[in-house]
């Protein structure tokens, strides 16, 4: 089994800066993609931005040029730093991790006002 544990929500203004963090522990030999999903209520989940054990990202068109993902393999984490916030980025944040099969953290709650 993998666990996935984010951290790094929280509420902050237009325009502010987050770093959300997700750690993964357990049977992560062969860890692959991770990525950050963000989901509203009664939308579907999103896929916000992936990382491939390599370095290569991909990003959300409406999040390119603000948001960066980053990747540490000896510890197992992923990061998403995401500056200039908008309200519209108001969501929670899922970590997605795959290893055979995908697994999912238990989300963090990022809210934007404007």
């Known amino acids: 089994q993998v666990q996935l544990v984010e951290s790094g929500g929280g509420l902050v203004q237009a325009g502010g800066s987050l770093r959300l963090s997700c750690a993964a522990s357990g049977s992560t030999f062969g860890i692959g993609l991770m990525a950050w999903y963000r989901q509203t209520p009664g939308k579907q989940r999103d896929l916000v931005a992936r990382i491939s054990i390599g370095g290569n990202t991909i990003y959300a068109d409406s999040v390119k040029g603000r948001f960066t993902i980053s990747r540490d393999n000896v510890k197992n984490t992923i990061y998403l730093q995401m500056n200039s916030l908008k309200p519209e980025d108001t969501a929670v944040y899922y970590c997605?991790?795959?290893?055979?099969?995908?697994?999912w953290g238990q989300g963090t709650q990022v809210t934007v006002s404007s």
């Open positions: 997605n991790a795959v290893i055979s099969r995908p697994y």
